[in-house]
C-alpha cells in the first residue's frame, strides 16, 4: 500500500522533551502534494521540532503524523520516503561530491558502478559535474548546499524537509539559491518543507505560509494572505511591513468602527473580517507601511481617507525604491511609512518636521 | 634593482598601516622586538636541556672496542651494537624486545578498541558518566610503582602467576586507557553528530553508519590514540616493575642492565629503542598525512 503521494496532514502533534511543557503543542495542519511549505517562526518556536518529527528524527509525544495516506509515526526516514537537508548540510567530510551523494543508494547495497552513475545523474541536475571529485571542504557554501540537496534527492524521497537551508550564505548568495530551490521543487515534483525565520525568504518561495508562535500554529495561508491579511498583531508585527495600532471601540455605525487612541483623534476602521465589535471592545489593527501617505498640515488629505494622525518624523532611512520615515503617530508602538522614493523626494522631510499620517479607511484591517 | 623591487612592497605596506600596528605585525620581517630573542633563546636552552643528555648516549654508543661509559670518545664503530645482540652477558636483549613490542601491540589494540567505544559512550550523557569519568582520571593519576605493587600482589593473593601478558598486561592498560580515552574526547569534541544522523536519514543502519562515517571521519584521531598507546606501553617502567613476572620487558631490561653491565653496550641499546620509538611515530604521522592526501584525491579513479 506505497502511495507515490506527498501530502502530509499533521493531526494533534505535540511534542515534549521534558514531560511538562509542549515545545510542539497540538498542530493540526494539511499540506497539499507537491506544496512549497514555509514554517515560520522566531526560534524555540518549534518549527525545527515539527520538521524533524515529520523527517523521522524525533517521535512525537500524541498525536499522528501522515504522508500519502499512511500513519508514518515510529517509522525510519526511508521507510517514510522523506529526506532531509540539514541546517549546516551535513555533508560527510571525508567523501568526495559523487560519494557523498551516492551514500544513500551505497548504503542499499548498489553496486559501485551502478551507484556512481546515478549520482553522476543528479550531480548533473544540480550543475556540479565539474566538482564532482571535490571534498565538501573544498566547495563554496552555495556548491555545498547544491551537493545537500542532490544527497537528499537522490533517495527519491516524496517530501524533502529543509531546516534553515539557506542561513549559512551571504544575502547574494540567498537570492540566487531560493531560486534554486523553487527551481529544484518544481523539476522533482514533491513536497518541500522548508524551515526557516526569514519573513522574505518564506512570502518569496512558499506556496503555504505557516508562523508559528510557542509550539502552536498562528496562521497559515498563502502567503499574500499572511503577509496582507494577518489574523492578529502577533503575526502581523512578524511578518512585518505593517503598523499596528490598538485603542478602544468608541462608536460602531454600519460597516465602521471608529478606534479611539490614547493620544490621537478618532480612527475609522471598516468592519470586515470582525463582525462582532462593540463600543468600549479593546481592538488591535492593521496598517500596512506601504498604504501610509504623508501629508504636511493643513493640506487636504487624499481622497478615501478619513483618518489622519499628527506626527514627528523621528528618523529617515533610504531604501532605493522607497523611502522609510518613522515616525512617533502612536505613543507605544512603532509607526513607520514607506513613501515611494519619487514621492518623497518631490517634497522631502526632515527629521522632526510635523506631518499627517493618513491612509484609505478602507485600508485599515481589524486583527483578532 | 631585484632588491628595489622587493623592498617595495614593505615600504608601501609601512606606510599605510599606524605604528602603532607596525609594531604587533613586524615578526614577518626584519626588525623582531626584543621579546623574540628572549624567548628563542629559551626555547633553545630546553631543547638542549631535553636532548642534550640523550645526544650523550647515542654518540658514546658508536665508539669501537676501547670504548667506555664517559667522554671522551674512544674511536668510531657499530662495534656495541653487534656485542648488544650476540653476546648473552648483556642479558636477554632480544626476548625483551620481543615481549616489549608484542606487549605494545596488544595494549594498542586493546586502547584503540576500549577508547573508540568509550568515545561512542560518551557522546551522550549517562547515569554515572561523571563517575565513570573521575575513576578513570583516578586510576592516571594513581601511583604507578604503588598500582604495580598492588596489581603484584593481587596476582600472588589470587594465586596467579605474574607474567607480561596478564598482570602487566592489566598494569599498562590502567595507564594508556584513560589517556586513551581523554584523546578520544578531543577527537570526539570535533565530530559534528548531525552526520550521523544525516547517515541515517539515507538510510544507513546503525553499524554502517559507525563503518561509512565515525570511523573513517575520526580515523587521524584512531591512529594517535594507537601511538599514544604503543609508546605509553613500550617504554612504561612503574606499573611492569612487580608486574611483569619472570621475563623482563625492555625498560625493565635496561634498567637491570644499569646495574650491571658497564660497557657501552648499555647505550647501544639506547639508541635501538630510540630509533624504534622513532620509527613508530614516524609510521603514525605518515599514516595520518596519508589518510588525509587520500581524502584529498582517492576518488578520481
Known amino acids: 500500500m506505497k502511495s507515490d503521494r506527498g501530502d502530509i496532514e499533521l493531526a494533534g502533534v505535540c511534542k515534549s522533551f521534558d514531560g511538562v511543557t509542549n515545545v510542539v503543542d497540538g498542530v493540526n495542519l494539511k499540506i497539499a502534494d507537491g506544496a512549497y511549505c514555509c514554517f515560520i517562526g522566531p526560534s524555540g518556536c518549534g518549527k525545527t521540532t515539527i520538521l524533524r518529527m515529520i523527517a523521522g528524527h524525533e517521535d512525537p509525544s500524541a498525536g499522528e503524523i501522515v504522508i500519502g495516506g499512511q500513519n508514518v509515526v515510529g517509522l525510519a526516514p526511508v521507510q517514510r520516503r522523506t529526506a532531509m537537508m540539514f541546517q549546516s548540510y551535513a555533508l560527510f567530510p571525508h567523501l568526495s561530491v559523487r560519494e557523498n551523494i551516492a551514500f544513500a543508494l551505497r548504503v542499499r547495497g548498489l553496486s559501485k558502478a551502478d551507484r556512481l552513475r546515478a549520482a553522476d545523474v543528479m550531480i548533473e541536475k544540480v550543475r556540479l559535474t565539474q566538482f564532482a571529485d571535490r571534498l565538501p571542504a573544498q566547495l563554496s557554501g552555495g556548491q555545498q548546499q547544491r551537493v545537500a540537496l542532490a544527497r537528499a534527492a537522490i533517495t527519491e524521497p516524496r517530501v524533502l524537509l529543509l531546516d534553515e537551508p539557506l542561513s549559512a550564505l551571504d544575502e547574494q548568495l540567498r537570492v540566487q539559491m531560493r531560486q534554486e530551490l523553487r527551481r529544484m521543487q518544481q523539476e522533482l515534483g514533491i513536497t518541500f518543507i522548508h524551515v526557516t525565520h526569514t519573513q522574505l525568504e518564506a512570502i518569496a518561495l512558499a506556496d503555504l505560509v505557516v508562523v508559528m508562535e510557542q509550539g502552536k500554529i498562528k496562521q497559515a495561508g498563502a502567503a499574500r494572505d499572511v503577509y496582507a491579511h494577518p489574523h492578529d498583531r502577533y503575526v502581523a508585527e512578524f511578518m512585518g511591513g505593517q503598523n499596528v495600532l490598538s485603542g478602544r471601540v468608541e462608536k460602531v455605525n454600519g460597516s465602521c468602527f471608529t478606534l479611539a487612541q490614547a493620544a490621537s483623534s478618532g480612527i475609522e476602521v471598516p468592519l470586515q473580517t470582525r463582525p462582532s465589535v462593540s463600543v468600549g471592545d479593546q481592538v488591535d489593527i492593521a496598517v500596512r507601511r506601504d498604504d501610509v501617505a504623508l501629508v504636511r498640515p493643513g493640506r487636504e488629505l487624499p481622497p478615501g481617507c478619513t483618518t489622519s494622525l499628527p506626527s514627528r518624523v523621528l528618523a529617515i532611512e533610504y531604501q532605493g525604491y522607497f523611502v522609510k520615515v518613522m515616525l512617533d503617530t502612536v505613543p507605544d508602538d512603532a509607526f513607520v511609512a514607506y513613501v515611494p522614493e519619487k514621492t518623497f523626494f518631490a517634497d522631502p522631510f526632515t527629521v522632526g518636521d510635523v506631518v499627517m499620517a493618513t491612509w484609505a479607511t478602507g485600508s485599515a484591517l481589524p486583527l483578532a | ?301
Not at chain 2, 606606510?15 to 614577518?28: E, F, G, L, R, Y
Not at chain 2, 636483549?93 to 608484542?102: C, E, L, P, Q
Request: net charge positive; glycine share 8%; aromatic share 12%.
Open chain 2, 1 to 301: 634593482m631585484s632588491a628595489v623591487l622587493a623592498d617595495m612592497p614593505k615600504t608601501e605596506a609601512t606606510k599605510t598601516v599606524a605604528p602603532a600596528t607596525t609594531k604587533a605585525i613586524a615578526p614577518s620581517r626584519g626588525e623582531r622586538p626584543r621579546t623574540f630573542y628572549v624567548l628563542a633563546t629559551l626555547f633553545a636552552l630546553y631543547v638542549l636541556a631535553l636532548y642534550g643528555p640523550m645526544f650523550c648516549i647515542y654518540i658514546l654508543s658508536f665508539q669501537d672496542i676501547r670504548g667506555g661509559l664517559v667522554f671522551p670518545m674512544k674511536g668510531t664503530s657499530l662495534h656495541w651494537f653487534v656485542d648488544l645482540f650476540t653476546q648473552v652477558r648483556t642479558g636477554d636483549v632480544k626476548g625483551s624486545f620481543d615481549r616489549s613490542i608484542k606487549l605494545a601491540v596488544i595494549v594498542t589494540v586493546i586502547t584503540v578498541v576500549v577508547s573508540f567505544l568509550a568515545g561512542l559512550g560518551f557522546r551522550k550523557r549517562f547515569r554515572g558518566d561523571t563517575v565513570v569519568f573521575y575513576m578513570m582520571i583516578g586510576s592516571l593519576v594513581a601511583p604507578g610503582l604503588v598500582l604495580g605493587l598492588g596489581t603484584g600482589l593481587l596476582f600472588q593473593a589470587l594465586g596467579l602467576n605474574a607474567s607480561w601478558y596478564t598482570s602487566a598486561l592489566g598494569a599498562q592498560l590502567s595507564w594508556t586507557l584513560p589517556f586513551g580515552v581523554l584523546v578520544m574526547f578531543a577527537v570526539m569534541s570535533r565530530f559534528n553528530h548531525v552526520w550521523e544522523e544525516a547517515a541515517y536519514d539515507l538510510g544507513a543502519s546503525r553499524w554502517q553508519s559507525i563503518r561509512l562515517v565515525i570511523i573513517p571521519v575520526l580515523a587521524p584521531g584512531l591512529v594517535a590514540v594507537a601511538l599514544f598507546g604503543f609508546t605509553l606501553s613500550y617504554d612504561e617502567f612503574a606499573r611492569s616493575l612487580q608486574t611483569a613476572g619472570s621475563l623482563n620487558t625492555l625498560p625493565l631490561e635496561i634498567w637491570s642492565m644499569t646495574l650491571n653491565v658497564t660497557s657501552p653496550s648499555l647505550y647501544a641499546l639506547g639508541t635501538v629503542t630510540t630509533i624504534v620509538s622513532f620509527i613508530v611515530i614516524g609510521a603514525s604521522l605518515g599514516s595520518i598525512v596519508l589518510i588525509q592526501n587520500k581524502r584529498g584525491s582517492s576518488t578520481k579513479g
